[in-house]
């Protein structure tokens, strides 16, 4: 079960169009359970790391993280459950931004990567014509 997971998470990253490429680390704890991270790197030069630990069985994640930097390794953005700011409605879900915190759901990694593309899309046209 956890292991159909790790697959669909490879299917992912194998289908995006702006990942340059990427390694994964994956630890089966038994049928059900097991943990994921991975280190992606975008045609950009960006990055996106993340963790997951997941129980097959529920749709929740037991633990995850997506954080995107820059090539300078600078955070753009984080996603969490990191169990503080419990003053968000959305405890224990967050989103870091380079000078703020804010409520958000749990994301999966495609919303991530679609969320990430979005970006490049809108600076790249906010680019001037050469």
């Known amino acids: 079960m956890i292991e159909a997971y790790f697959y669909q998470i490879e299917e992912i990253l194998n289908e995006f169009p702006t990942i340059r490429w990427y390694t994964l680390r994956k630890k089966v704890y038994n049928v059900k359970q097991g943990f994921i991270s991975g280190s992606i790197v975008l045609k950009?030069?960006?990055m996106l790391d993340f963790v997951e630990v997941k129980d097959a069985e529920s749709t929740a994640k037991l633990k995850y993280r997506y954080q995107y930097m820059?090539?300078?390794?600078?955070?753009i953005f984080r996603y969490d459950n990191a169990p503080h700011h419990r003053q968000f409605k959305t405890f224990p879900h967050h989103k870091h931004l380079p000078e703020d915190i804010e409520e958000s759901g749990e994301p999966t990694l495609f919303d991530?990567?679609?969320?990430i593309?979005?970006?490049e899309r809108t600076h790249t046209s906010d680019k001037p014509e050469q």
Not at 70 to 75: I, K, L, Q
């Open 44 to 46: 950009n030069g960006y």
């Open 70 to 75: 820059n090539e300078h390794h600078e955070v």
């Open 112 to 115: 991530v990567l679609l969320e």
């Open 117 to 119: 593309a979005q970006r």
